[in-house]
Every structure is written in C-alpha cells, then in structure tokens.
C-alpha cells in the first residue's frame, strides 16, 4: 500500500456523486449527481460551483470541449446539454434507448480513444438482480444519431474504460453478486468489441469495483465502492497501489489537473444511516499522482 496525499476538493454532499470529467480549457471539473438529477461545474480557478437541475436523472456525461456542448447519458435516452448562465442550460435528445424492462436509466460511459460515446443501462432496483443491463454506443449516421446496443447481460455495468491507445476495453459489472473486471479487445475503426476476457476478480479483494480511469502506463484505477480505496491494476492484473479515503464509497474516478496527474474521486452519501465516521462522504477528492492521465477526446460528428 502506498501513501498519497488526498485533498477534499468539495465536501459536495453528493447523493451519488459519478462522472467526472475535466476540462483543461476551463480548468474545470465537471460530474454529476444521479438522483439530484443535477450537472456539477467546479472552478479550479476561481473556486466557484455551477449546479444544473436537468429534467432527468443524469448518469455520466462525456464532452464535446469544440462545441461546449456535453454528451449526456440520462433514463429515457441520450443528450445533448450545454450550461448557461446558473440553472440556465440547453437540453436536446440525441436518441432514445428502448430498455428492456421497466425503470431502467444510463449508469457508467465515457468516450472512447477515437470519441464514440459508450455507456451502459442498468435497472434502478438493484436489489432485484437484474441482467436486463446492456452497453450501447451513440454515433453520428447521416446527419442523425445512432445508438446501437453492444454487449448484454449486466446487472450494474461500471468500470469503463480504455487503453491508452484505445485497443482494449475494460468494463465491470458492480453487483455484489458479480464483482469483476473484464476486458475485451476493442476495434478502434469500427468499434466493434472482441471476445469477453477476465481482468480482475474483486471477489478477492475489499470493495465492489465502480468508477474507472486508465492512465498512460495502461495501469487500470479502479473505485472498491464500500471498501474506501482506489486501485491500481497494472495491465497484467495485478493491484500495485492502493489509495485510502476517508469516505467508504468511492464511485468514480478520472485524471485532471495542469499536468493531468491528479485523480479526481467522486463518492456517495448513503441515506438512513450514521456518517459520523465519515462526515466527507459525497464530497469531491483530489489525490496528487506521479502518473498521468489520458485527456478525453471531441466527440467525432
């Protein structure tokens, strides 16, 4: 286990704190509040917060840093969002996804290396075990927008992620009943996804794997939701660090900072039970790193 320096970036109070995402051009990060149905600004340089109610509950968020706009994955479908003045922002559906079953939204995505918008559904009630979960994929298809399912079969899909160079694709499933990490070979012409293979099993370790970033040593960080860690796994599937918080549920992680070498934690603030031993939980964290991040790329189209 190594020793890092963990800040409180924002003590947010998040109800389900995922998704963030940062914008070098802002010095920004971006996340989301599920249930508050709430898109999340904060200024790393003027310390200001931006919040914006959207009409559904937002799940993750990738960018489109050349139009401003962002690419929103919600309950009903795919959006286009872009914030204005505080509360003031547009919201345009990209495409409608035709879930499986009855209340079912958009949990973890983020873009791949060449700027597909990925992200998979799950059913609110994860207490039913569903494997109604699947992972779809939005594109631009003559002047309209795509989506096209994937892969099937999740109850919580989480953990995406991808190599540096885009050629594989880690995804998790987070339900206490699975607990693993796959990775797939990915297509970066085509997106097409390969052969299911398995990374990690966090059966063995403390912590349900969430939120998910790479980094350019093609080490895979990984949340352990209710252990209060963050993982590195090297390529070969091995833990190598182990960074502590003082939240227990860690939901998502990304890279950000100047030099792309901070990880930016976001976390949960469970309901109906005691946080006096974690009075920080649904805040935002920033952990100093000597390794960097890889930049999210524009959406193509």
């Not at 931006?50 to 009409?55: E, K, R």
């Not at 079969?153 to 693993?180: R, V, W």
């Not at 796959?182 to 390969?194: L, R, V």
């Amino acid at each position: 286990m190594n020793a890092h320096h963990v800040e409180l970036l924002l003590d947010a109070k998040n109800m389900v704190g995922e998704s963030p995402v940062w914008s070098a051009k802002e010095q920004a990060l971006y996340w989301v509040d599920i249930p508050a149905k709430t898109i999340q600004r904060y200024s790393l340089i003027d310390q200001g917060l931006s919040a914006w109610v959207c009409p559904e509950m937002t799940a993750c968020i990738a960018p489109d840093f050349e139009s401003g706009h962002w690419i929103v994955g919600a309950e009903s479908g795919v959006f286009k969002f872009k914030g204005a003045s505080e509360g003031q922002f547009q919201w345009e559906r990209l495409s409608t996804v035709n879930h499986q079953e009855f209340s079912m939204r958009f949990n973890d995505g983020r873009l791949d290396r060449q700027g597909r918008f990925l992200a998979g559904t799950m059913v609110n009630d994860m207490s039913l075990a569903s494997s109604a979960g699947a992972i779809y994929a939005l594109e631009p298809d003559h002047h309209h927008w795509k989506l096209t399912q994937r892969l099937y079969g999740f109850i919580t899909p989480n953990g995406m992620a991808f190599s540096p160079k885009g050629e594989t694709l880690y995804l998790s499933d987070s339900h206490p009943k699975i607990q693993k990490i796959w990775s797939f070979d990915y297509d970066t012409a085509t997106g097409a996804i390969g052969e299911q293979k398995l990374f990690f099993d966090m059966q063995g370790v403390p912590g349900r794997p969430d939120g998910a970033a790479v980094d350019t040593d093609g080490c895979y960080w990984i949340c352990g939701n209710d252990a209060g860690v963050v993982y590195r796994i090297t390529p070969q599937g091995e833990i190598d660090q182990t960074i502590v918080l003082p939240v227990k549920k860690p939901a998502m992680c990304s890279f950000g900072g100047e030099r792309m070498d901070t990880l930016f934690v976001t976390s949960i603030r469970p309901s109906g039970i005691d946080l006096s031993d974690q009075p920080l939980a649904g805040g935002v964290f920033a952990v100093s790193t000597p390794y960097q991040g890889i930049a999210e790329v524009n959406h193509r189209g």
